[in-house]
């Protein structure tokens, strides 16, 4: 069955840097999304992204979805205290929308 | 717009007992809504899929005797624990869709549900 894959597990920043996680399906996607989830809250809306090769910004966060449309980027610029939380990767191969999970990224911030 | 409600938000409960989870979309249709399972600092692992006026379909490994799911209406949808067991305790959330909305793809998230068995 489709496996979605996001690493790293865990990223502690400094305030300021930039980081990246990343995301891989065993299968092609029709679409991939991306969650946030604060600590003790639930998973909330990012983007999503649909074409090949297609590029998304908002604001210090640029997401990427690969050509092959299995891959996927989130990048963080100048990392804010704000950012800390769980992103989430989510893709999706059928038409009712059902979305596999990846095992998210952990972000704590470092002042 | 697009909000999702859960209810309860926590519930402790004796071994062997049911527990009924709610969840409703509050300002919107959801003619799809979907369950799933959270561990501690874990990801989000899908239960089953539920849509109105049908069975849900549940993913492979979970229970449908054990997780009884029903999409009564276009706004609620319902999970029960059948004879709730210790391993059972976790975090329950549930996601609804707008297919009629533009943000067609996205789906909405409840607050979730911590549910412990003693």
């Known amino acids: 069955g489709q496996q979605v894959m996001q690493i790293p597990q865990y990223q502690h920043v400094q305030e300021g840097e930039d980081f990246t996680t990343y995301c891989n399906s065993s299968?092609?996607?029709?679409?991939i999304q991306w969650y946030k989830q604060r600590p003790g809250g639930h998973p909330v809306f990012l983007i999503q992204?649909?074409?090949?090769?297609e590029v998304k910004k908002q604001k210090r966060l640029t997401f990427q979805f690969g050509e092959a449309k299995k891959n996927s980027s989130l990048h963080i610029t100048a990392t804010q205290t704000t950012d800390v939380g769980i992103y989430f990767c989510?893709?999706?191969?059928?038409?009712?929308?059902?979305?596999?999970f990846g095992a998210g990224t952990q972000v704590v911030v470092t002042p | 717009g697009a909000v999702v409600s859960q209810h309860p938000s926590r519930v402790i409960c004796k071994s062997g007992t049911s527990v009924k989870i709610e969840c409703r979309s509050l300002?919107?249709?959801?003619?799809?809504m979907f369950w799933y399972r959270q561990f501690p600092k874990k990801s989000l692992m899908l239960m089953a899929t539920?849509?109105?006026?049908?069975?849900?379909?549940?993913e492979q490994g979970v229970e449908k005797d054990k997780f009884l799911i029903n999409h009564a209406s276009l706004t609620l949808s319902t999970l029960t624990v059948t004879s709730a067991h210790p391993e059972d305790s976790s975090f329950y959330i549930c996601?609804?869709?707008?297919?009629?909305?533009?943000?067609?793809?996205?789906?909405?998230f409840g607050p979730g549900t911590r549910l412990t068995v003693l």
């Open positions: 300002d919107f249709q959801a003619t799809t």
């Open positions: 989510a893709g999706s191969t059928d038409s009712w929308g059902k979305l596999q």
């Open positions: 539920s849509n109105e006026g049908s069975k849900a379909t549940y």
């Open positions: 299968t092609t996607l029709s679409n």
């Open positions: 996601s609804a869709r707008d297919r009629g909305g533009r943000r067609y793809n996205e789906q909405f």
């Open positions: 992204l649909v074409k090949s090769g």
